[in-house]
């Protein structure tokens, strides 16, 4: 059975599109091309809710969002104590209701290029 998830070429985009237009039933096309059932199943609710099969952007960063909306917080924090440790920070958060880990804090200052240096 081909997979068809890790690489999307202009080939696979075809198929895919054919799924959609040549076939009465997904299973069939996905019996007749070899690919699973639920992929062609996918195909065709993408192809009615958006207009085509065009596979999505993957990658990316999606859980920054929830780190930045408490980045005045954090900032304040660091502006206080200077040499607050990533671990101290987390537990500050971890006090207020914030879950975050220690990488997610990292990638923070990372992102802003702050560097936090013990003294």
Request: with cysteine.
């Amino acid at each position: 059975m081909a997979d068809f998830r890790r690489n999307r070429s202009p080939d696979c985009v075809g198929i895919s599109g054919r799924f959609a237009s040549d076939y009465a039933s997904c299973r069939q096309a996905a019996e007749r091309f070899g690919v699973g059932a639920a992929g062609a199943i996918r195909w065709r609710s993408r192809l009615k809710e958006v207009g085509d099969i065009v596979p999505k952007r993957q990658g990316g960063d999606r859980k920054s969002q929830r780190i930045e909306a408490h980045s005045q917080l954090i900032l304040d924090a660091v502006t206080a104590k200077p040499d607050i440790t990533l671990a101290e920070l987390r537990e500050l958060l971890k006090h207020r209701g914030i879950s975050v880990g220690i990488a997610s804090l990292w990638h923070f200052f990372q992102r802003r290029m702050i560097t936090l240096k013990k003294r």
